[in-house]
């Protein structure tokens, strides 16, 4: 995975194009906020919650970490390839002796590496409260903790391809960036929720259902679980399919727009 030119690229272009003292700056704000959130919560957490308010408290740090990356996703990945286009240099690209797979997963992995920074400052205390849970009662099984990332993984995964096919099939950075935020939202979010009075099993390809109705959720039904296994395979089976059509399309004429 190292040795993609085209990931080093991405990651040298993020450290350049990103202003010291801005970074400086941004990580000063960010290790505050995060020092006051695990100073309270954490004394909260250990010595003052009842394991079913240590848990709610769970719920709403990953509720609150899921839709920052559901809102910020589209944006970062939905210009990754357009963005080439625009700046004459993917075409140059095209003539070195990467393979178009081999660009499109650079680009994707750049992302995906993004996507998982993003995850991690939160982790700790996760693991704090679930550490608490677990030494306490025998009513909250660890493999949720797992399922609820591998949900969020997973779910950012298919948000990121979607980024990348539309950043591919258009021309132009913000209208790949505007297609890929009305898909995600307007069709996965809103449409499956609309239509889903006539087609019930719709509901679950709503990321924001599988997240908070259901990994979220304390004991789920059989049933319950089955499909929720079968729309994140559903989700991780489009998301895929959206990047081999990426890598297709790599080398023909976009359109116009």
């Not at 591919?168 to 009075?197: D, E, K």
Request: hydrophobic content about 55%; glycine content about 6%.
């Amino acid at each position: 995975m190292w040795n993609n030119p085209v990931l080093r690229k991405e990651l040298l272009r993020y450290k350049l194009r990103n202003d010291k003292s801005a970074r400086i700056a941004g990580l000063v704000i960010t290790a505050l906020f995060l020092l006051v959130l695990y100073l309270l919560t954490g004394r909260y957490i250990l010595f003052g919650a009842s394991q079913s308010v240590a848990y709610s408290v769970w719920q709403v740090i990953m509720g609150l970490q899921f839709t920052a990356f559901m809102l910020i996703l589209p944006g970062t990945a939905g210009n990754i390839i357009s963005k080439e286009r625009e700046q004459q240099t993917l075409e140059m690209l095209l003539f070195t002796p990467l393979s178009s797979a081999e660009i499109i997963v650079g680009k994707l992995l750049s992302s995906l590496l993004l996507f998982a920074a993003m995850l991690l400052p939160l982790l700790p205390i996760n693991i704090l409260i679930w550490a608490r849970l677990i030494a306490h009662s025998t009513h909250y099984p660890f493999i949720q903790f797992f399922q609820t990332y591998l949900t969020q993984f997973l779910i950012g995964y298919f948000i990121l391809a979607l980024s990348v096919f539309f950043s591919n099939l258009l021309s132009r950075s913000l209208y790949a960036i505007l297609a890929s935020y009305t898909t995600l939202f307007g069709l996965f979010c809103i449409g499956t929720g609309l239509l889903s009075g006539l087609v019930p099993s719709l509901v679950w390809l709503n990321p924001f259902v599988l997240f908070f109705e259901h990994s979220l959720a304390e004991n789920q039904s059989p049933a319950d679980v089955l499909s929720f296994t079968m729309a994140l395979f559903l989700l991780t089976l489009l998301a895929t399919v959206l990047l081999a059509v990426s890598i297709a399309k790599l080398r023909k004429p976009v359109q116009g727009m």
